[in-house]
C-alpha cells in the first residue's frame, strides 16, 4: 500500500470526495465551493492554524501565529522531522501544544485546522494553497506565491472559486510609514512620477558542486519534492540552496526582488507591463547555481512609466545606502523607502524628511521579526474573522510576482519580451511561452 505521503496530488484530490486520504487518515475534509460562503467565526474562536513548512521563514511564522491570541497553531508540517520538532518546541514554549506531521495534507483532514500558512520552497507554494482551499482552507503563502506565471493564475482563480482568504506575504503592504510614503507618491507630493526602481544586494559565496547521495534518514525527500520532477539528492540543495535551481526556485528576483518590485508597483500605481528586458549571469562563481547572481530587470507599462531591479547577490554594496530598497523619481523630487520608513528629497537631492517606521530590530534573513509581521498577520485573521479587507490579497500580489516571473522568462530566453498588459501573457513568442508554466512530477499538475 502507498504510504499517504507518497500519495500524488491528483490521488489525494479524487480522495476528497471519498474523505480518505490513504491509510489511516479516514476523516472526511471539509469540501469548498464557488458558492460556500466565508465562516465568521466568533469573537471567543480562535483561528485554527497549520504551519506549512519549518525553515526560515516558517519558524518566525509560527512563533508570530502562536504569540496572538486569536490564533492558535495545531500543525507543524515539514517532510524534515528534525526542523518540524524544532518549531513544535518553539511554538510550545509559548504555550501552545501544536502536533508535528511530515505530510501537511493529513492537517487538511482537521476540522481544528481553519487556515494553512504556507513557508515552503516555491515549487510548493501554489500547489499546496490549492489543495487547502479545495479542502475549505484560508491561505496565508509566503511570497512569491507561485513557481511560474501559470501557477500564478491558478492561484488567483482558485481563490475566487472556493471563496477563501488569501494573503501573500509582502508584509511591506502592513507597515504604516512604509504605506504613508507610498500614498505620499501617489498623491503628487514629488510631481508626476515616470520612474521608479528597486535594489537588492548581498555577499552570497558559492554553492559548490553537489555530491549525490542518499537523503538523511529525518528527511523524507521523496515527499519534500512533492510537485517537482525527480531529481537525485545532493548535498548542497536543502534546506536554501533550492531558490538558485530552476526546478524548485525563481532566482533572487523571486526570493527577495519581488518585495522591491511590489512596491514600485504599488507606488506607480501599475499592474501588468507592456516591455519586459533582463540582462544578467551567473558571473562570480563556477558552481551548480543556475539562476543569475547579477540581474538588471526593466519593465516599460503603459502611460510612460517604467520600473528597474538591481539585484546583486555576491556584493553587499548597494543603492541608497541599503542593501534593499525602492526609490520614486518624480519632477519636483523623490522618495526612498528605507527599513520601515522613508525619506523625502527635494528635486535638487536634498533631504527634505525622514520618517521612521519605530519598529523594533532589523530586517534579517528570516524576515523583519515579529514587531513588524504582526500586523500583517493580524490583517489576515481579521479577514478571516470579520471580514476586514486584506492588504496583500492573492490577486495583488500575483500582478507583483508576475514581474519576477517574466524577468526570468526574458533571461532564459534571451530576448526582450513584449506582453500583453490585459492578460500578463508574452505575444508573438512561442519559446517564451512555453516557460509561462512547467512540467510537474505525474500525477501533482494543479488544477482548479
Known amino acids: 500500500m502507498i504510504r499517504p505521503e507518497h500519495t500524488s496530488r491528483r490521488t489525494f484530490v479524487k480522495t476528497l470526495a471519498s474523505g480518505a486520504v490513504g491509510a489511516g487518515l479516514t476523516a472526511t475534509l471539509p469540501a469548498a465551493s464557488a458558492a460556500s460562503p466565508l465562516r465568521r467565526m466568533p469573537p471567543t474562536e480562535r483561528v485554527g492554524v497549520a504551519i506549512v513548512g519549518a525553515g526560515g521563514r516558517g519558524t518566525p511564522l509560527a512563533e508570530g501565529f502562536a504569540r496572538l491570541d486569536v490564533a492558535e497553531v495545531v500543525f507543524v ?58 479542502a475549505g482552507k484560508h491561505v496565508y503563502v509566503e511570497k512569491p506565491a507561485s513557481h511560474n506565471a501559470r501557477e500564478g493564475e491558478l492561484i488567483v482563480e482558485a481563490s ?3 471563496s477563501r482568504v488569501v494573503q501573500m506575504g509582502n508584509q511591506r503592504r502592513s507597515w504604516p510609514k512604509v504605506a504613508e510614503g507610498i500614498e505620499r507618491v501617489r498623491r503628487g507630493d ?28 529525518h528527511l523524507d525527500y521523496e515527499l519534500w519534492q512533492g510537485p517537482a520532477p525527480r531529481e537525485p539528492f545532493r548535498d ?14 525563481t532566482g533572487e528576483v523571486g526570493n527577495n526582488g519581488v518585495h522591491a518590485l511590489d512596491l514600485c508597483r504599488w507606488g506607480l500605481d501599475v499592474d501588468r507591463p507592456i516591455r519586459v528586458t533582463s540582462t544578467a549571469g551567473r558571473y562570480y562563481w563556477d558552481d551548480d547555481q543556475e539562476t543569475p547572481d547579477t540581474q538588471v530587470l526593466t519593465f516599460e507599462f503603459p502611460d510612460e512609466r517604467t520600473i528597474a531591479w538591481e539585484g546583486m547577490s555576491c556584493n553587499r554594496r548597494g543603492i541608497e545606502g541599503s542593501g534593499f530598497g525602492a526609490s520614486f523619481h518624480g519632477r519636483d523630487g523623490a522618495l526612498v523607502i528605507e527599513g ?8 535638487a537631492g536634498k533631504l527634505v524628511e525622514k520618517v521612521t517606521g519605530g519598529e523594533a530590530g532589523e530586517i534579517g534573513v528570516t524576515g523583519p521579526g515579529f514587531a513588524a509581521d ?23 500580489g500575483q500582478r507583483s510576482t508576475l514581474l519576477c516571473h517574466l524577468g526570468n522568462i526574458a533571461h ?6 513584449r506582453v500583453d498588459p ?7 513568442d512561442a519559446e517564451a511561452m512555453q516557460l509561462w508554466s512547467r512540467t510537474y512530477a505525474p500525477g501533482w499538475e494543479p488544477s482548479l
Not at 515539514?78 to 518553539?90: I, L, M, N, T, Y
Not at 504582526?374 to 495583488?396: K, T, V, Y
Not at 532564459?412 to 519580451?417: K, Y
Open 374 to 396: 504582526r500586523a500583517h498577520l493580524e490583517n489576515f485573521l481579521a479577514a478571516i474573522r470579520s471580514g476586514e479587507r486584506l492588504r496583500a490579497p492573492i490577486d495583488d
Open 77 to 134: 508540517c515539514d517532510p524534515d522531522a528534525q526542523r518540524a520538532a524544532e518549531v513544535v518546541g518553539k511554538v510550545s514554549a509559548l504555550g501552545q501544544r501544536p502536533r508535528a506531521v511530515a505530510d501537511f495534507r493529513r492537517a487538511l483532514e482537521s476540522a481544528d485546522v481553519d487556515a494553512v500558512v504556507i513557508a515552503t520552497p516555491d515549487h510548493w507554494h501554489t500547489p499546496a494553497a490549492m489543495l487547502a482551499m479545495q
Open 422 to 428: 490585459a492578460s500578463g501573457h508574452i505575444l508573438d
Open 236 to 249: 548542497n540543495i536543502l534546506h536554501y540552496n533550492w531558490h538558485w535551481f530552476w526546478n524548485w526556485g
Open 160 to 162: 475566487r472559486r472556493y
Open 340 to 347: 520601515f520608513g522613508y525619506a523625502l528629497y527635494d528635486r
Open 190 to 217: 514629488i510631481g508626476p512620477v515616470h520612474y521608479a526602481r528597486g535594489w537588492y544586494a548581498n555577499a552570497r559565496d558559492s554553492i559548490g558542486v553537489g555530491k549525490r547521495g542518499p537523503a538523511p534518514s
Open 412 to 417: 532564459r530566453t534571451g530576448r526582450t519580451l
